[in-house]
């Protein structure tokens, strides 16, 4: 849509055309200068963002400031953002960010100081795990550290159930029930009925986020969700691994009213330093702790130590303390190279005035 349609465009039905893709303030914000509008981000692509007003998608581009000024790239637009849009030249130009109510970040692969925004104002965060070689309770366990540091709730989606023997699902939902307390859906991503409490699930107005493994089955769910045909691909017989078909994130609008966003595979579920210290992840162990003899118990080798008790006693999986202890490490490594880097960068800010 080229921005000489802009006038006269937005009408007063505008805010319940938001309402369609997401919006859920009472009332919308004033403009930044009379003509501009705002749009919701639902595709990232590398130089260009396709926006979309509650009635059409349309190419926007970030303004210079949005796309290289910002030290963070986490605070640049990502699928999900609420953008101020403004015609210049014949052209759609994004020119401001609305501030994020939720925000699911991960550290940026590769970068040691970096963190990288996946989606922003989603409320359910849907990790997608397959009941095959993807089942790994550890990554499941990151995924859920990572979520609790977003403000969005956690739901685990187990799909490929129909490649299960006669018996084989309770031991699944027994394993996820250890893991997490968090709401927890088994399903065949390829049958309507099997997917029909998940979607009753997602409320009009909700935005929800797909994240998990390629092959894990996120775009075979989201075809059925939404109704779209998305690219679909095979999972590799040796590895039990899946290509990339979702190559870019995207937000696409389902029928019961609630939004959705896929995003590629993630091979590194990498900590941002920012989650929360305390989450019910671990409550388990968080408990037990409570009855140790000392405090700062490392539960290592200290005598009176009531979780390594539990590990002795069978009552706690060993596998389950060292992923805590492995989580804890790493996140407190990662928030202290990003106080590093943040006082770099004052360092550098100061230096530059």
Known sequence: MPASDAAG????????????????????PEPPR??????RVVVHHRASLEVHDGRESFSAKPV???????GDASQRPTVGDWVWVRARADEW?????????????RGAAGDRYGRQSLAANVDLVLIVVGADRDFNLRRIERYLTLVAGSGAQPIVVLTKIDKLAEGELADFREALAQTTDAPTFCINAKDSDSVAPLLADLQPGQTAVLVGSSGAGKSTLTNRLAGVDLRTGAVR???GRGRHTTVTRQLVQLPGGACLIDTPGLREIKFTGEE??????????????????????????????????????GKLDPQRLASWRKLNAESSQRQAEAQEFARRQSRKASRQR
């Open 9 to 28: 465009r937005l009408g007063v039905n505008d805010l319940e055309c938001l309402r369609q893709i997401g919006w859920l303030e009472a009332a919308l």
């Open 34 to 39: 009379p003509g501009d509008f705002l749009a």
């Open 64 to 70: 210079p400031r949005l796309r290289h000024a910002l």
């Open 93 to 105: 130009h994004v020119i401001d960010l609305l501030p994020r109510r939720s925000v699911l970040m």
């Open 237 to 239: 017989e040796r590895d």
């Open 276 to 313: 929360p210290s305390e989450t019910p992840l671990f409550d388990d162990i968080e408990d037990l702790a409570g009855g140790c003899r000392f405090r700062d118990c490392s539960h290592q080798e200290e005598p009176g130590c009531a979780v390594q008790s539990a590990v002795a006693e």
